[in-house]
């Protein structure tokens, strides 16, 4: 198999603004509401990027710690070559969600940009 060099970045943050009239649910599953992301973005609380090599069948995994009382935060993967496809599947201590493709979040843009929220809270640690 051809070796594919992506670019990705994958923000994932609490501390990001969507206007609520702009969000499009994408799935809801064990209290879990995923919502389309948002290009309006601020500094997240915490952000991931880098440049990886994958091939096709292989998972890249990034984790992030999430802490006791956040509701809401985003997942953006963007890997930019239009001729690569990407899938993202976000793993919860409690849930499983996706996997999401490209025009999960109502673009094709080689960009999978999502806010997950859980109005009980979500799930703390990694």
């Excluded at 999960?104 to 999978?112: E, L, M, S, Y």
Aim: charged fraction near 15%; charge should be neutral.
């Amino acid at each position: 198999m051809k070796d594919h060099w992506l670019a990705l970045l994958l923000v994932v943050g609490a501390a990001l603004f969507v206007p609520a009239a702009s969000a499009k649910i994408v799935e809801e599953k064990s209290g879990y509401v995923v919502t389309t992301g948002t290009d309006n973005l601020r500094l997240p609380e915490m952000a991931l990027s880098g440049t990886q090599t994958i091939s096709q069948g292989q998972t890249q995994s990034y984790t992030t710690s999430v802490p006791r009382g956040k509701t809401s935060f985003f997942a953006d993967l963007n890997w930019g070559v239009s001729s690569n496809s990407l899938a993202l599947t976000i793993t919860a201590p409690d849930a499983t969600l996706g996997p999401y493709y490209d025009a999960a979040d109502g673009r094709i843009d080689c960009r999978i940009n999502l806010r997950i929220t859980k109005t009980s809270g979500l799930e703390s640690g990694t």
